[in-house]
């Protein structure tokens, strides 16, 4: 199923988006922040963020795939809701959109100049990772691309 994921995206973009994609017959969805350790993939299966497990301390741990830096929850427990700062940047991600529809929505983004910091696809690698961690993956090209002007 197309859909569109849209994370700290402001009301009068978030609109303008939405009004495009139903056009489109695109889903789209705003995900609201306590649901950014959840990961990617789930999300994008619509699965509704986890509940904050009481008496359970935020440890920042996140579902992962072991790699440096990215810890993982023990098998079986739910990741807590993430209760710390919203990520400044609005991004929006592309899952199952087809080549056509992709095309077609980034021309009447720009048409519409609609402003989005991040743009990304859902990936077999980032549907695994959280939101935070894709959000830091993409300040992290983004410095790349930069750096290498």
Known sequence: MEQVLLFQVQHEEAA??????????VKCREIPVHAYRQTIGELAKGKQPLPVERG???TGLHRGNGEAGNPQVPEGT???DY???????????????????????????????????????????????NVLRLYAELAREKAEYERMR
């Not at 199952?96 to 529809?101: Q, S, Y």
């Not at 519409?112 to 991040?118: F, N, P």
């Open 83 to 129: 209760q710390g700062e919203a990520p400044n940047e609005s991004l929006m991600l592309f899952c199952d959109v087809g080549e056509k529809h992709f095309n077609r929505i980034l021309s009447q983004l720009r048409m519409r100049a609609v402003r989005i910091d991040y743009k990304a696809v859902l990936t077999p690698v980032n549907k695994e990772w």
């Open 78 to 80: 739910a990741a807590a």
């Open 56 to 58: 359970v301390p935020d």
């Open 16 to 25: 303008e988006i939405v009004n495009l994609l139903a056009a489109m017959k």
